[in-house]
T-cell receptor, first 114, second 111 residues
Framework: GAVVSQHPSWVICKSGTSVKIECRSL??????MFWYRQFPKQSLMLMAT?????????EQGVEKDKFLINHASLTLSTLTVTSAHPEDSSFYIC??????????FGPGTRLTVT | QKEVEQDPGPLSVPEGAIVSLNCTYS??????FMWYRQYSRKGPELLMY????GNKEDGRFTAQVDKSSKYISLFIRDSQPSDSATYLC???????????FGGGTRVLVKP
């Protein structure tokens, strides 16, 4: 069964509003989680590394103030897209390493900004 | 040049055939290797993970890693139409670290 969950699976919001996406590890603790973005027919693009108890690390070109990440506990990381615009519409996926070798992904959240 | 190269396909095979997928990488710092399967509008599903060079088998799947050649492969035996998906190779430089992905290979298994 699933080991990483995401909520919501699909969200539609109006331009200018903020949207929060949750990522949970279900049967293990994750001090680190990762957030990716995926456009149609493209591979995953890493946005940021979420660290429990400290600030997230963002990849080059990702706006920290627009994509707020909070790793609230050892099983929960949240991504908030602030002041969303249509160009932020995408598929957002989180992942968490369960062991040194295994990294599991959530089912993804489809964000549509109108 | 991308750090991880993967043929985008599409790769079309008849049902029951062996699917052969591969990735090459340029950075010898990569130590952990994974293969994922992704269906449209779904999150990637972990299929195989390996650390050392050599072969690893799990059911219909065999993963190969050749660190000296910087080349990894995934073989799917007795392919089924349900195996039609995009296959992504991924690798990291340290345990539990961020993954670098290949571009993905689209596979179509025809009944």
């Amino acid at each position: 069964g699933a080991v990483v969950s995401q909520h919501p699976s699909w969200v539609i919001c109006k331009s200018g509003t903020s949207v929060k996406i949750e990522c949970r590890s279900l049967d293990f603790q994750a001090t680190t989680m990762f957030w990716y973005r995926q456009f149609p027919k493209q591979s995953l693009m890493l946005m940021a590394t979420s660290n429990e108890g400290s600030k997230a690390t963002y990849e080059q070109g990702v706006e920290k103030d627009k994509f707020l990440i909070n790793h609230a506990s050892l099983t929960l990381s949240t991504l908030t897209v602030t002041s969303a615009h249509p160009e932020d519409s995408s598929f957002y996926i989180c992942s968490a390493p369960r062991t040194d070798y295994e990294q599991y992904f959530g089912p993804g959240t489809r964000l549509t900004v109108t | 040049q991308k750090e991880v190269e993967q043929d985008p396909g599409p790769l079309s095979v008849p049902e029951g055939a062996i699917v052969s997928l591969n990735c090459t990488y340029s950075n010898s710092a990569f130590q952990y290797f994974m293969w994922y399967r992704q269906y449209s509008r779904k999150g990637p599903e972990l299929l195989m993970y390996t650390y050392s060079s050599g072969n690893k088998e799990d059911g219909r799947f065999t993963a190969q890693v050749d660190k000296s050649s910087k080349y990894i492969s995934l073989f799917i035996r007795d392919s089924q139409p349900s195996d039609s998906a995009t296959y992504l190779c991924a690798m990291s430089k340290a345990a539990g670290n961020k993954l670098t992905f290949g571009g993905g290979t689209r596979v179509l298994v025809k009944p």
